[in-house]
């Protein structure tokens, strides 16, 4: 095989490197000498690999794929194991239908429930969502297929996704927007990184230079190519200059046409179209294979593997007097549309033509009695429909109630307008709790709903968008087959409006203004103390688990927490302890906490098990955006460990020495208080040598005085009566 070097893309004509840098088609890179054209398809949670015959884009004229749960419902899973084995099967799916690159996994921040492709991303929680993802790239690349990983960057809307520009302060970019993708390149070297189509603070992402090269490449050490997402290069030779390497889908001759005039006209210099076309081509050398008719692979065992994921990832968000799970002998109504028509897929680019999709109707254990009860794609309720669901409810010992959003309300290309159910379900339900109380709420939905019953409610179960196992999986819950071990990726609100963004988000055509800053999710609801429906991290399990002994150490560089998790019930189950840290050193504004770390355990009944884990430096720093750079302060924190962020079981005080000092340089207008209280020693030392010490002691030690004196600068000290020269040689002594 010929080596890729420059040598060799310097061999190419202009116009043949010119090809390489747009897609040959909806699919396809170029074909240059000595290289096949690299396939790709979409996308997270199954191929949806077009037949290379049909050249449409219909999202549902794709060959036959295992559909695995989305990514809304893996996050519920925190098993990085898990979604390592996710990639796993989607690598093997994509060789035997020979793929060079997968299009996935999406990775941006939910930032508002009211975003359209929700159910397409992992979390509200940076952490989280970087987690997750990087072991579902490993996954995917150890098959010897590439990934992209989408998009780059602030892509949180959907309406006026082209065009309109997500305005972040830096602080906020950097720990919420860019930290999960800053952890994928680190650790699990993506092929390719797919740039959004939005803009952000005012320059398109896919010409935005300081994105896409000065941090993904320079500051993180990316070494794969930057696609774009579909129909995102506005001006093609700004975007390759900024760093944007293969235009997709290409726009046939003048694609190539406007690179190679571009070129003769002096605007793009050979040399940076070369490295573009060196990017592409190492890539296609490493990860393109022969286009070919597709082999046979084991769709039976992806489908198993399909149903273990949704069991995993199934959150049982409420579980009153242990209505769950199902006993034998119950005699149970099944009610609601979804159980027959499921949702367990979103629209759009995701979509896959699932190879078997498994119902709840047609999983429900026999005797299971069903009425539709609502129509999805009817507004009203159909008075007779509801009659027949209100009989089989009063004669059943449980009734369980399928509900959610219907596709046409969650696809990508569009945001919603509301969290609720439609009309028809949640006035069926209320019916159908007023004739039997004992109701079970199982929800398919992508995203996060209001649920204005659930007090009325004693069970409720969140599948998600569960895949194609998804009625085998639903019953696997209900009827205690499996012990449920999700928990929620995002906050559940109780009304839309409690949301930072509510009022905002969408409203303005040309701009979105990340008014919220940093306080995404339960980063807001924590500091306003907003109760919500359920909080991020809840899930309950058939089981108990207690948590105990929290010893936090620190290192030379870095911290452990350890802790024991005991399973104190009757069955065997899996807990995700999480670890959430409080910032008390730093002089910034901080959320009350931010998940840092998480282990999913498994137990058996009165088995316990020590959980240790290992702080970076990094889980204590916010981003100083003034110094451009991540800060750890020294100083107290808090470890919170606990079963969601909103059922902290153990926390700690800490103080940690191995970070940076808080209060900083020391200049003329630093405040008395902060440099008594400096512990550096060179602080120390120049206080003393200085005769400083002396002059301020007795300021501090004055109780009627000291906050006045500790609020004044340096530079006013010779206004209350101190000899300007202690002051000269106090600073002269810190140089
Ligand atoms: C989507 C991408 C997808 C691409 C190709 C775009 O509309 O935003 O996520 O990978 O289409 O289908």
Redesign the pocket.
């Known amino acids: 095989m010929v080596e890729v070097n420059l040598d060799f893309v310097e061999g190419l004509t202009l116009k043949e490197r010119a090809d390489l840098v747009s897609g040959k088609d909806f699919w396809f890179t170029a074909k240059v000498p000595g290289f096949d054209p690299m396939m790709m398809s979409?996308?997270p949670s199954g191929l949806r690999k077009q037949d290379v015959d049909s050249d449409t884009n219909d999202v549902n004229q794709s060959v036959k794929a295992v559909c695995f749960p989305s990514s809304a419902l893996t996050a519920s899973s925190f098993d990085d194991q898990m979604l390592y084995q996710l990639g796993h099967h989607l690598g093997i799916a994509a060789n035997a239908e020979h793929l060079g690159l997968l299009?996935g996994p999406?990775v941006n921040i939910k930032r508002s429930p009211l975003a359209g492709r929700n159910f397409e991303y992992f979390s509200e929680d940076p952490l989280l969502a970087g987690r997750m993802a990087t072991a579902y790239v490993k996954g995917v690349q150890e098959q010897g297929v590439g990934v992209s990983v989408?998009?780059f960057a602030t892509n949180n809307r959907e309406n006026q996704r082209f065009t309109s520009s997500s305005n972040v302060d830096e602080r906020s970019l950097r720990e919420i927007y860019l930290s999960q993708f800053e952890r994928i390149v680190k650790e699990a070297h993506p092929a390719t990184i797919?740039c959004s189509y939005n803009r952000l603070n005012g320059t398109l992402n896919s010409q935005n230079q300081r994105l896409l090269t000065d941090i993904l490449r320079n500051e993180w050490g990316f070494d794969g190519f930057v696609m774009s997402?579909?129909g995102a290069v506005a001006d093609h030779v700004a975007a390759i200059k900024a760093g944007l390497d293969l235009e997709m889908p290409g726009k046939g001759p003048q694609s190539t046409d406007e690179i190679v005039q571009a070129v003769k006209e002096g605007r793009l210099q050979e040399s940076t179209l070369n490295r573009s076309v060196l990017r592409i081509l190492r890539s296609v050398k490493k990860w393109g294979k022969k286009v070919n008719k597709s082999e046979p692979y084991d769709k039976d065992e992806q489908h198993d593997f399909a149903r273990q994921m949704a069991d995993d990832s199934i959150v049982l968000l409420k579980n009153e007097d242990q209505l769950l799970p199902l006993q034998k002998g119950q005699s149970v109504a099944m009610i609601g549309q979804l159980a027959e028509k499921p949702r367990f897929e979103g629209g759009g680019?995701s979509h896959v033509n699932a190879y078997h999709v498994v119902t709840p109707l047609a999983a429900a254990p026999t005797g299971t009695k069903y009425a539709a009860g609502y129509s999805l794609t009817k507004e009203e309720l159909d008075q007779k429909e509801a009659a027949k669901a209100l009989q089989i409810a009063k004669q059943a010992d449980r009734v369980v109630y399928f509900a959610g959003f219907p596709e046409s309300m969650e696809t990508?290309g569009v945001d919603k307008t509301t969290i609720s159910l439609p009309a028809a379900q949640n006035a069926l339900l209320k019916q159908v709790v007023k004739v039997n109380p004992h109701v079970i709420v199982v929800l398919e939905n992508g995203s996060v709903v209001e649920m204005p019953w659930a007090e009325e409610v004693p069970a409720i179960v969140e599948t998600y968008l569960a895949g194609e196992a998804v009625g085998e999986s639903t019953w696997d819950v209900l009827t205690g087959k499996v012990n449920p071990s999700g928990k929620l990726s995002e906050s559940f609100p109780i009304r839309l409006q409690d949301n930072p963004t509510y009022g905002t988000f969408g409203v303005d055509h040309d701009n979105e203004d990340y008014r919220e800053g940093i306080f995404v999710g339960y980063r807001y609801y924590d500091l306003h103390q907003i109760p919500v429906r359920f909080p991020f991290g809840h899930g309950l399990s058939y089981t108990n688990f207690t948590y105990s002994n929290l010893n936090v150490t620190e290192n030379s560089d870095d911290v452990t927490v350890q802790f024991e998790v005991q399973n104190t019930g009757e069955i065997a189950g899996k807990e995700v302890a999480q670890v959430y840290v409080a910032n008390h050193a730093s002089r910034v504004v901080m959320p009350p906490k931010e998940l840092r770390d998480f282990a999913k355990v498994n137990l058996k009944p009165g088995q316990s098990e020590e959980v240790k884990l290992t702080l970076p430096r990094r889980a204590f720093a916010y981003y100083n955006a003034q110094q451009e750079q991540w800060e750890a302060d020294n100083g107290r924190y808090e470890i919170m460990v606990g079963s969601s962020s909103r059922d902290i079981r153990l926390t700690k005080d800490f103080n940690l020495t191995i970070g940076v000092n808080p209060i900083g340089k020391i200049t003329d207008d630093s405040y008395i208080g902060d440099v008594w209280k400096d512990q550096d020693p060179k602080v120390q030392k120049a206080l003393h040598e200085s005769g400083l010490y002396q002059v301020i002691k007795p300021m501090m030690e004055d109780k009627k005085w000291v906050v006045i004196s500790a609020n004044m600068p340096l530079r006013s000290l010779t206004a209350s009566g101190v000899d300007e020269k202690v002051h000269q040689k106090f600073m002269k002594l810190l140089k």
């Open positions: 979409d996308g299009l999406g989408k998009h797919m997402d579909w680019s990508e």
